[in-house]
């Protein structure tokens, strides 16, 4: 439904009958039925097919498009014309029209050799290669295997399959309404879907358990529910003084029933226990069940996956000020760790349910021993410490399940009956900043956790459904968050903002970015900037659905770089392709980062191998024994990485060449992925050689790596080995950014090479700063030396030099 009295009824074919279909509403309500116009399906198919048996391809057309000689040249390209060969050829290209007074680009021709089995996929495309992109969940679409969404043309379904409706009153989406085809043996009957309308109902009412001084008030946004039941008790026992209450409908009522139900009850709750019960239509649409437990999504503390929630008095967890300043984007360099592998096998004095927390945590980093300390990184990035969907308290988990949007983690807790999470998570990231390392957040909020209580709540308005009721399930996780719903969205800033607000973390990193949507992603933007000006989102910026590296480009997100990834691997092997290192070095500029710090480069998270398990020359896949090449791979892979444009992402380990024994998805493994520091002094070079480089990074020299604006192309200059990848880079060839200059050269080969560089070019004393093994230091590091032409390298070797002027 379009609005809560009209909507368009979809038949499963075409339907050319003279007289309208035989289609009746439940509860006896009056409808008129008429046929859609043709453009009507078209608007979000891109094509229709007419009565006469022609097919429409066409494009919405801004006004002041009018003139023919002002239109874009668009192309239709898919099945039928080769796809890329279209372009170019003036038989395909939109030309401007009007459909029904609207100004559009249009393509018209016979319909029949467009209509085939399987059905023929296309596309619009532009004259300069960029394919417009293809609404995620829109009619008539389809993913391929890569992951690219195509249109597609059903010649069933073409237009004549649409017919809308209109109502004699509102209907109260609190019930069960059902669309019924009159006729046949048996009566066939679908769900009414309330559509767009539905998904913008919104209130600006507070939301949770909220303490006002010596009352407190309950609301929950629920507007399918018919009954909503508040159950408290003192003490988290069963039973013990259980009281439940009968909410009542309270906010907006312009649609003939309130989407908030409320209770207020006369004293300050603090540290009480609750839950809802909601009931509610029994349709396709809805999980609604009485006997179900569900944790309120708003409450900021809990005892587990399954709730209860705790009511929390905001005037007790006030955030302590600090005076710590986020690094600016292109000086950071992130590392990414999980809370209980950090701690698990740290070297510090702590009980085994503090390692098991924020406490063990916290200790670590304030030792003097601490890993990111010697290691030296500005910036943190925390695998999910919001309350996830681990069923014990020892149980590990690497938390991408989310129960919870505003309670930390209860089995980082110490004791979360008593709220130490709150407290705890606070410390813990102000010892990070008392370290000089900012703090972000790996949230996810494209799917929930099990149990799914925003299931329970109302599974129509939060989640992503198809026409019979089943879950979208881009995720790979069983369900997808209809993030553009309004309250959905609402609930992400409101998280986010809480996380900033209460623990003062420094950002983001939105798991699977893309499923949210980037409309949704710019209104985070916006929202979370106006809380904290230089607050750091990153995405990810795929899911099985598709990649949105590319339309992010102009917002203020950055993402991570998938390609970037395959890229280095492929590289330290001795593949990819000058062409290829050339645009990574860079940072991916233009097509994926509008501007430097807008690509995340990285070899390894904490999804499938490690990086030396994936690399290694060891038959059985583990580099736990890494041969002498893996070693100086992991070197070569060092030096790209921290001289690449961008920002620098690791894994926690890598630096000491971690390995799970070549044993893929570990999350529920806390034996795999828990730290071995011990592995620091096994292999300390390379410890040392990432160590060192990140303090090059971030050194005064280093800054020629660290972009704020985008370069000029003359500010590089590359010479490759010949019938090789060896290459040498020339940092500020042009001395745009000062008269200092940096040199790097790489050799992924096996076997010695020449570089032929060029003498003018580089003529002038300079310093060799590291090698493929160490960095100078003391008295080496100041000896002055003229590079010689051509520059050799050793084998899986490299070399950095920075200009004496």
């Not at 009209?6 to 339907?15: N, R, T």
């Not at 408290?232 to 907006?252: I, S």
Request: charged share 25%; net charge negative; proline share 5%.
């Amino acid at each position: 439904m379009d609005t809560p009295t009209s909507g368009v009824c979809e038949l499963d074919h075409d339907w050319k009958a003279k007289q309208l279909p035989p289609v009746r509403m439940s509860g006896g309500l009056q409808i008129q039925l008429k046929r859609v116009a043709d453009q009507s399906f078209g608007n979000e198919s891109g094509y229709f097919i007419t009565r006469e048996g022609q097919i429409y391809f066409f494009l919405p057309r801004m006004e002041e498009d009018e003139k023919p000689d002002t239109a874009p040249s668009v192309y239709v390209a898919g099945d039928f014309n080769g796809w890329g060969d279209a372009i170019g050829d003036d038989y395909w290209r939109l030309k401007p029209a009007s459909l029904d007074g609207r100004p559009v680009y249009l393509w018209v021709g016979e319909a029949e050799p467009f209509v085939a089995s399987p059905a023929k996929r296309f596309k619009f495309v532009t004259s300069g290669g960029h394919w417009l992109p293809v609404p995620a969940g829109g009619t008539a679409t389809v993913v391929d295997v890569d992951g690219n969404r195509n249109r597609i043309i059903d010649g069933d379904r073409s237009g004549f399959h649409l017919f809308a409706f209109e109502l004699e009153e509102v209907i109260d989406p609190s019930k069960p309404w059902r669309m019924h085809w009159q006729g046949g043996e048996a009566d066939q009957s679908v769900p009414v879907r309330p559509g767009r309308y539905f998904h913008e109902l919104t209130t600006d009412l507070p939301m949770g358990a909220v303490v006002e001084r010596l009352q407190t008030v309950f609301r929950i946004f629920a507007p399918r529910a018919q009954r909503v039941e508040l159950c408290l008790q003192e003490r988290n026992e069963e039973p013990f003084q259980l009281v439940r209450h009968a909410m009542k409908r309270g906010g907006d009522e312009s649609v003939g029933h309130g989407p908030v139900w409320e209770l207020t009850l006369p004293a300050n709750l603090h540290g009480w226990f609750y839950w809802y019960h909601i009931d509610g239509p029994k349709d396709e649409f809805g999980l609604f069940d009485p006997k179900q437990r569900i944790l309120d999504p708003y409450a900021l503390a809990t005892m587990g996956r399954e709730g209860p929630g705790i009511v929390v008095d905001r005037e007790r967890i006030k955030r302590r000020p600090s005076d710590f300043k986020t690094p600016a984007w292109q000086d950071l360099i992130i590392c990414e760790a999980h809370v209980r592998d950090l701690a698990a096998m740290a070297p510090i004095q702590a009980t085994e349910a503090e390692r098991r927390g924020f406490v063990g945590m916290k200790k670590w980093v304030d030792s003097p021993a601490s890993y990111f300390s010697r290691l030296g990184v500005n910036c943190v990035e925390l695998q999910p410490v919001q309350e996830f969907d681990n069923e014990g308290k020892e149980d590990y988990h690497w938390g991408y399940m989310t129960n919870s949007y505003f309670a930390p983690e209860s089995s980082y807790a110490q004791d979360p009956q008593k709220l130490t999470g709150i407290g705890e998570l606070q410390d813990l990231v102000e010892a990070f900043h008392r370290r000089g390392i900012a703090v972000v957040l790996d949230v996810v909020y494209n799917h929930v956790g099990v149990p799914g209580h925003l299931m329970f709540i109302d599974k129509l308005y939060y989640f992503t459904l198809d026409a019979g009721g089943a879950f979208s399930n881009w995720s790979g996780c069983g369900n997808d968050l209809r993030a553009d719903a309004a309250m959905a969205t609402r609930l992400i800033i409101e998280s986010c903002t809480h996380l900033i607000e209460t623990f003062g973390v420094d950002g983001f990193r939105f798991d699977l970015a893309e499923l949210l949507g980037t409309a949704v992603l710019k209104k985070i933007e916006v929202a979370l900037k106006k809380v904290k000006s230089d607050v750091i989102l990153i995405a990810e910026p795929w899911s099985f659905r598709g990649h949105i590296a590319g339309e992010l480009a102009e917002t203020g997100w950055a993402s991570w770089n998938d390609g970037y990834r395959r890229f280095l691997k492929d590289y330290v092997g001795g593949g990819s392709s000058q062409e290829t290192f050339e645009y990574y070095l860079k940072g991916s500029p233009w097509h994926f980062a509008h501007w430097p710090a807008q690509s995340v480069n990285y070899v390894e998270s904490h999804d499938d191998c490690t990086w030396i398990d994936e690399i290694t020359e060891n038959t059985d896949g583990s580099g736990h024994l890494p041969t002498a090449n893996d070693r100086r791979r992991t070197h070569l892979m060092a030096a790209v990485l921290f001289s690449s444009i961008g920002v620098p992402m690791m894994a926690a380990g890598q630096d000491f060449l971690r390995s799970k024994h070549g044993i893929t998805n570990t999350y529920l493994r806390g034996d795999l992925n828990a730290l071995d520091y011990r592995r620091m002094e096994r292999f300390p070079g390379t410890h040392a050689y990432f160590a060192d480089w990140i303090a090059f990074r971030k050194s005064a020299a280093g800054r020629l790596f660290r972009h704020f604006s985008r370069a000029s192309e003359s500010f590089f200059q590359f010479w490759f080995g010949p019938d090789s990848m060896a290459v040498a880079v020339l940092f500020n060839a042009d001395k745009s950014r000062g008269s200092e200059r940096l040199l790097l050269a790489i050799n992924p080969q096996l076997e010695d090479v020449e570089v032929e560089i060029e003498v003018n070019a580089t003529k002038g004393s300079w310093v060799r700063v590291a090698d493929q093994e160490r960095f100078t230091h003391g008295d080496e590091a100041r000896l002055a030396v003229t590079l010689p032409d051509p520059l050799w390298l050793p084998a899986l070797g490299c070399g950095l030099w920075r200009s004496v002027e």
